[in-house]
């Protein structure tokens, strides 16, 4: 078994992420200097993760990237242009060529095309064609053609991914893929609260979610244990707050000029930040500093444990909304998306009337401030508006309640999706308060038939989130994240009649070669053919 915080030389801050997929590809070392060569060769059928909607071999020659390969865009789209850089600068370090980006209008090489009339492919969808000649991505928006690019990144070989120059041919199966996802809303929440990530970090998990088309990061921005973003209007939250972590140890913060940094680097892989502040519990680091707003079960100290549910903020004083006024103004003018996640969950300290009180006023306060209000699944005991999003987590009975407000729901079951759950009992790191969660269980189950009640039109999507209590760095992350990520990813994004274990489990082993070029952590599973 691989060790979990055993440091991998990192790859993936180049910029775009690399969709994983290897045709069966192997890499031949060589006995003399750089470059090495490589031989390859193809298996019968691309092993695409997310599975594609439709995927076509063709029994034309391959394409191959040469020294005079180049990057087709449409001149004036700044979106798509980036997207072109990013990939160039993904290929050229392993094969030596410039992969120059252009918008002259010239035949063959890599084609990136807007197209408003593939309306029918969505938001997000796309076309890729490979032929001899040429390759094509097509799409609607900008969005889908990233995503065309995360998959044209899995046709080619795992060496594509290497920092040292290699030798040899880059080719590439002739097939054509149409594709879009199941659901909008494909995400993973990390915990930023208990152990404190560095923006760095932050990035290579951002890497990773678009590694799989994923296309959202929440972060849990505050907890008992520490306060994460700097609120100018209340620095004291993060004089005390930023310095705390589980265990004690160096912690930290993210300034508003870091947490713009982070947005802009999602934006650009297409992923949407959504912030959460957790309230009216698992708010201490935030009472140590404003003890007088505490209606906890024990003062406000400084708090380094694990236990939940004893802190509160007072619904009864107004000062209670003054201050999450302040904070939800200044998150909300650094975020370009429309959510704002307020948490809710698992208060103990309050009556069920002052709890809904409380989340009422809120939602009213997140609504001034031009942001939806999301809320782990307590949230529907109190009056929710139809445009709130409800995150189910833990009692689906609640959960379900959502619906009759006419709000959708994210669906995060903690025995399916809780990826910081231990793999087996003698996994190293994680909990196991909601189950062991092998890749099977992360994979094999149908979001749309998971709560009785609640069917797929009430679902926006699904997130998988990562609790830090036990995860002191992201290489830690990664070993419990990878390789449940890629399968909830394809919960999300595939259809359901599209989906097979057994298929999913045959196509999940070729990615792993590319997870050593980058430098990921993974865990072994012995359900998996490695």
């Not at 439709?54 to 001149?75: E, G, K, N, P, R």
């Not at 400084?302 to 302040?326: I, W």
């Not at 997140?366 to 995150?391: D, H, S, Y």
Request: charge should be neutral.
């Amino acid at each position: 078994m691989k060790t979990p915080d055993f440091a991998w030389p990192r790859q993936l801050a180049l910029g775009l992420t690399c969709a994983v997929l290897t045709a069966g590809c192997r890499a031949t070392p060589s006995t003399g200097p750089s470059p090495r060569a490589v031989t390859r060769h193809f298996a019968t059928t691309p092993r695409v993760i997310p599975a594609p909607t439709s995927l076509a071999l063709s029994s034309s020659d391959s394409f191959s990237l040469t020294a005079t390969t180049s990057i087709l865009v449409d001149s004036g789209n700044a979106e798509v242009a980036r997207t072109a850089e990013l990939l160039a600068l993904v290929l050229r370090p392993s094969t030596g060529f410039p992969i120059p980006v252009s918008s002259s209008a010239t035949s063959g090489g890599v084609a990136l095309r807007l197209n408003s009339t593939r309306a029918a492919l969505g938001a997000e969808g796309y076309e890729l064609a490979v032929t001899r000649d040429s390759v094509r991505i097509v799409a609607a928006t900008p969005a889908g053609l990233f995503h065309g690019v995360q998959t044209l990144r899995q046709l080619f070989p795992p060496e594509i991914e290497s920092q040292q120059a290699l030798s040899g041919s880059w080719a590439i199966p002739a097939v054509t893929i149409v594709d879009q996802p199941r659901f909008a809303w494909r995400g993973s929440m990390l915990d930023v609260a208990r152990h404190f990530f560095t923006v760095r970090e932050v990035k290579q998990y951002i890497d990773l979610l678009a590694l799989y088309k994923l296309n959202v990061l929440h972060l849990h921005l505050s907890d008992d244990q520490g306060w994460r973003i700097e609120i100018k209007s209340r620095p004291q939250l993060t004089n005390v707050g930023g310095r705390l972590q589980v265990g004690g140890g160096p912690a930290g913060f993210y300034t508003q000029d870091d947490y713009t940094d982070i947005v802009r680097y999602a934006q650009e892989r297409y992923i949407t930040i959504v912030p959460e502040i957790d309230m009216p519990a698992h708010i201490n680091a935030a009472l140590v500093s404003h003890p007088e707003l505490s209606c906890g079960t024990r003062p406000p100290m400084v708090y380094t444990g694990t236990e939940v549910g004893f802190s509160s903020l007072c619904p009864e004083k107004e000062e209670t909304y003054a201050l999450v006024d302040d904070v939800v103004r200044e998150i909300a003018a650094l975020t370009p998306a429309p959510y704002f996640h307020i948490g809710g969950d698992e208060v103990q300290a309050l009556t069920h009337e002052r709890y809904a009180r409380f989340i009422e006023r809120v939602q009213d306060i997140v609504g001034r401030r031009g942001k939806q209000m999301v809320g782990w699944e307590e949230i529907t005991r109190a009056n929710l508006r139809p445009t709130t999003l409800v995150q189910q987590w833990a009692n689906d009975t609640v959960a379900a309640a959502a619906t009759r407000y006419g709000a959708k729901l994210i669906l995060s079951p903690a025995p399916r999706m809780y990826l910081d759950m231990k793999y087996t009992p003698s996994t190293e790191l994680g909990l196991h308060w909601a189950a062991f969660i092998e890749v099977r269980d992360a994979y094999d189950w149908d979001p749309a038939t998971y709560i009785k009640g609640v069917t797929e039109r009430d679902i926006v999507g699904i997130e998988a989130p990562v609790w830090s209590e036990t995860l002191r760095n992201i290489t830690a992350v990664e070993y419990l994240v990878m390789p449940r990520l890629p399968a909830l990813a394809e919960v999300g994004w595939t259809a359901q009649a599209t989906r097979n274990w057994e298929n999913f489990r045959d196509r999940l082993p070729a990615h792993a070669p590319r997870w050593n070029y980058l430098g990921v952590n993974f865990y072994r599973s012995p359900q998996i053919p490695w």
